[in-house]
């Protein structure tokens, strides 16, 4: 197994985002240790993790991955957030958004790397490489995500920053591109607030199990020769398959002729009949040449067209980013003119029909009226005035976009129309190969007929030659037969030895899953390796008290939870080769009094060995939080009530405040001692 090596995170530093009005200029240092994110509801813990995420891997929720279609698996392109994403969580009368950043320092093995990225869109602005005391600045294009994304070409992609970076983080991961850095930190080292577990895995076309099996316990290039020699024996199979079905064709020919010899034909009307099949069979070929020819051609036009829809689809998605951030912007400046909250409203009444005051859905008449007349207030109905800023340029973005919608629609028409050519003449091709077929039949039946008239040769050359073509046939099947079934055992060798090593590494990582799981639940917990049958493959399932649970909804909401947190650590233990991190979203949301401390407890379990704990919490008194405080040998934490901006609601809430001022004294003495 190759070693592995996942970013451990540093600090934080948050300028200008004004979703933390008094935190424009603020800096986290983490500590291996328990780092504590606490604040109240509407506050950003989920934005402040999303920080983190975004300045690791960029604004990606998922990797490159695959389908599976009925032919083969099909590439699907990393899923993206919104370029908005953070924009959107701004306070639009803050003057300095548009300078937003953050700047997150990791560490990957023995090289630290400082990366910062504008907030307003998805710009990776600059990366600092720190490598044995020497530091030096990547440089390269730098350009938004959303125009990297639309680059296909990957050479073309090595001129920009993003690339350089991607390849760098990657190389020093010890992993086999920056997609297995962005796997790990979605996957397996943060546990969003949607509480999505990964052990219960039944998405049959990522499977995590595979991808931890194929790319990460086992040699990567293992999996690629097995797949190899997969398709090989696939394809031996299919040639083994069609001479079978042309020896099945010669011998029902050959049976045709024992038992349909037509002895009332003259030799003159056997020849004449001979003549006229060669002739339909010479115009069957020619015929056949002619489709071909014509597919040919069809093929190489598609391809040309669609090279160029490809170059026009990604003109358009650069034109159409700049469309959307204009109208962002121009709407901004709009609704900033008239009241910020307006637009909201208008979308609400336009999207869900409901009144934005007392929520009660509106008659039709009256939601006809006040999305109709977009240029008049939909409470007092009175003319809306505003000045267009002429900086934003929409027309002539629009315009440049015109043409090339057309043309796209254009290519995709014709593109369309030539397919069902091609399945037009592909169906035509084989109606004539079929025709081809039975008229060769018909010939190799004459023939044999006006042989024997001819020569009264019961040994017909015909029947030799047909009989011939079979046994090369059938040599050709035993050739065939013995390529596939080596590589089929080559296949098996490489699926027993990676097999192999899944069970080593099962038993290793059940121990593991032990330590976590049972301080949770205080019962025997397990992990097995199996195939159940039920269409997913082998996969791990938990043993909780001698009963396995296939299902999540087995469990309760908060055991499934923490075994899963429990199926996670373990990994990240068995990877582990340097302090790391594992971010956890409001960990005890679902906890009753009598498990707080045991949950605690798993936590604390992962920081046996140096690592980063990161939990956000709303604030509250419950024992988790103070258990682990009380515990953590080492702590830090961020104040969202005090850097973001707390409702009238939190502020006025005197139990609130009184629990804010014990934590932070409990808090800051815990610190002061370390």
């Not at 440089?139 to 970076?165: P, S």
């Not at 003319?383 to 800023?389: A, C, V």
């Not at 081809?436 to 039946?445: G, I, P, Y």
Request: aromatic residues 10%; contains cysteine.
């Amino acid at each position: 197994m190759n070693e592995i090596f996942l970013p451990t995170l540093k600090s934080i530093k948050i300028k200008d985002f004004s979703l933390y009005p008094n935190g424009l200029d603020y800096e986290y240092k983490f500590v291996n240790g328990v780092n504590i994110i606490f604040g109240g509801n509407g506050l950003g813990k989920t934005t402040f993790i999303n920080l983190l995420k975004y300045g690791i891997i960029g604004g990606y929720a998922e990797r490159y991955g695959h389908r599976r279609t009925y032919l083969e698996r099909q590439i699907i392109k990393r899923r993206v957030y919104p370029s908005d994403f953070f924009a959107d969580r701004m306070d639009a009368s803050y003057e300095k958004n548009d300078a937003a950043k953050i700047t997150v320092v990791f560490k990957i093995r023995d090289t630290t790397f400082e990366v910062t990225r504008k907030l307003k869109d998805f710009i990776l602005e600059k990366v600092k490489i720190t490598e044995k005391g020497q530091s030096d600045y990547l440089t390269g294009k730098i350009i938004t995500q959303e125009e990297y994304e639309a680059i296909e070409d990957n050479e073309e992609k090595k001129a920009f920053l993003q690339k350089k970076f991607e390849d760098k983080a990657a190389k020093c991961a010890n992993l086999g591109s920056f997609d297995d850095i962005i796997f790990f930190v979605t996957t397996i080292l943060v546990f969003e607030e949607s509480h999505k577990t990964i052990l219960w895995d039944d998405n049959k076309d990522q499977r995590i199990v595979e991808d931890l099996s194929s790319k990460y316990w086992n040699d990567p290039e293992l999996d690629i020769e097995r797949q190899k020699a997969k398709d090989q024996a696939k394809y031996l199979d299919s040639l083994y398959r069609h001479k079978s079905e042309d020896i099945r064709a010669i011998e029902n020919v050959i049976e045709k002729i024992k038992t349909n010899d037509d002895a009332s034909k003259s030799v003159k009307d056997l020849a004449k009949e001979v003549s006229r099949l060669n002739k339909d069979i010479q115009r069957l070929n020619s015929g056949l040449d002619s489709i071909y020819k014509q597919k040919e051609a069809l093929a190489s036009r598609r391809n040309i067209l669609s090279n160029q829809l490809n170059s026009n689809l990604k003109d358009a998605q650069i034109i159409e980013a700049k469309i959307s951030k204009a109208e962002f912007e121009e709407n901004k400046q709009i609704w900033e003119q008239v009241n910020p909250s307006y637009k909201i409203h208008h979308d609400l009444i336009r999207i869900s029909r409901h009144c934005p005051m007392c929520n009660k859905v509106l008659p039709e008449k009256k939601h006809k009226q006040l999305t109709t007349h977009d240029d008049h207030c939909f409470v007092c109905e009175q003319p809306l005035n505003y000045r267009r800023n002429p900086s934003f340029d929409l027309g002539e973005l629009q315009k440049e976009l015109r043409p090339l919608s057309i043309q796209i629609q254009q290519q995709q028409s014709e593109i369309s129309k030539i397919d069902e050519r091609i399945d037009l003449f592909e169906e035509k091709y084989r109606e004539l190969s079929n025709d081809l077929f039975t008229k060769k039949s018909e010939l190799w039946a004459l023939e044999h007929t006006q042989n024997k008239k001819q020569t009264k040769d019961k040994g017909s050359v015909e029947f030799n030659a047909m009989r011939a073509e079979i046994n090369k046939l059938e040599s050709e099947k035993t050739a065939l037969l013995a390529r596939s079934k080596k590589e089929k055992e080559k296949v098996e060798r490489i699926s027993q030895k990676i097999e192999n090593e899944n069970i080593r590494i099962a038993t290793q990582l059940s121990q593991k899953f032990s330590e976590y799981a049972e301080k949770f639940l205080g019962i025997p917990c397990k992990l097995t390796y199996d195939d159940f049958k039920d269409g997913l493959g082998k996969r791990f399932v938990p043993i909780i008290n001698g009963k396995e649970r296939l299902n999540q909804m087995q469990l309760s909401e908060s055991q499934r939870f923490f075994i899963d947190h429990s199926y996670r650590m373990s990994l990240l233990d068995f990877f582990y080769r340097s302090p790391s991190f594992y971010i956890c979203e409001t960990p005890d949301s679902s906890l009753d009094m009598s498990y707080e401390r045991n949950a605690a407890n798993v936590f604390l379990n992962y920081l046996k060995k140096p690592n980063a704990l990161i939990i956000t919490s709303n604030l509250n008194n419950s024992e988790f939080l103070q258990y682990i405080i009380d515990k953590a040998e080492s702590i830090n934490y961020v104040n969202l009530l005090q850097i973001g901006k707390r409702s009238q609601i939190q502020m006025d809430n005197k139990r609130m405040n009184d629990l804010l001022q014990q934590l932070t004294r409990k808090l800051k003495s815990k610190i002061s001692r370390q």
